[in-house]
């Protein structure tokens, strides 16, 4: 048998609802944002590639956030995973193999947080809001790909019809396409800098 034919991922939609296509559209609106915010900055500043590269980073993730949705990557992951323990024999033992990969996760996100905020410390001292949205919303994504009991439960508690998670998202979604949208117009109240001018102290 074919690991194809062990896996019960499939490339279809996988939430369908309304909700599900109003999340597609809040994602696919802040990676537009992301864009229209990168394209400012190298128009303002010609010679300042940093800003231009990390909104770019941002649209990036936030369109892969959008495929994401209905996609639905992260079981794909685990069935792969599955499948390979189950084909290397230790499935049985798999929940403490589940720890290590949480851990390794985890850590590897933090390592990769630092070497973007060294590399861009710059640009996040100037977009904190940009910053803690990104925080909000990773965090999010990351506990509810890792799927814990407990987490899965409140992830799913309503609130006068509103889903925790549903707030949640939206709120992450929302701080980073603000945060965008500022750029974008504080970039377009400022005139775009020649080769010649010095930008203002």
């Known amino acids: 048998m074919s690991v194809l034919d062990e896996i019960t991922w499939r490339p279809t939609i996988g939430d369908p609802s309304v909700m599900g296509w109003v999340t597609v559209a809040a994602y696919a609106l802040a990676t537009a944002a ?19 590269l990390a909104w770019l980073l941002v649209a990036g993730l936030m369109g892969f956030l959008c495929v994401n949705k209905q996609l639905d990557l992260q079981s794909l992951v685990t069935d792969l ?23 390794m996760l985890i850590g590897g996100s933090l390592v990769g947080a630092g070497v973007l905020a060294m590399v861009f410390r710059r640009f996040w001292r100037q977009h904190v809001l940009l ?15 890792i799927g814990f009991h407990h987490m899965d439960i409140l992830l799913h508690t309503s609130w006068a019809g509103v889903r925790v998670n549903w707030f949640l998202e939206f709120t992450g979604i929302g701080l980073v396409a603000g945060a965008a949208l500022r750029a974008y117009g504080s970039a377009g109240l400022s005139p775009p800098l020649g080769r010649d001018q010095a930008p203002p102290p």
């Open 34 to 52: 992301a864009l229209a915010a990168a394209g400012s900055a190298s128009r303002t500043d010609p010679d300042s590639r940093g800003d231009e």
């Open 81 to 103: 995973g599955r499948v390979l323990a189950r084909r290397q024999g230790w499935y049985v033992d798999r929940h403490h193999y589940q720890k290590i990969f949480i851990f």
């Open 131 to 145: 910053g803690l949205g990104l925080v909000f919303l990773l965090t999010f994504v990351a506990v509810r790909a």
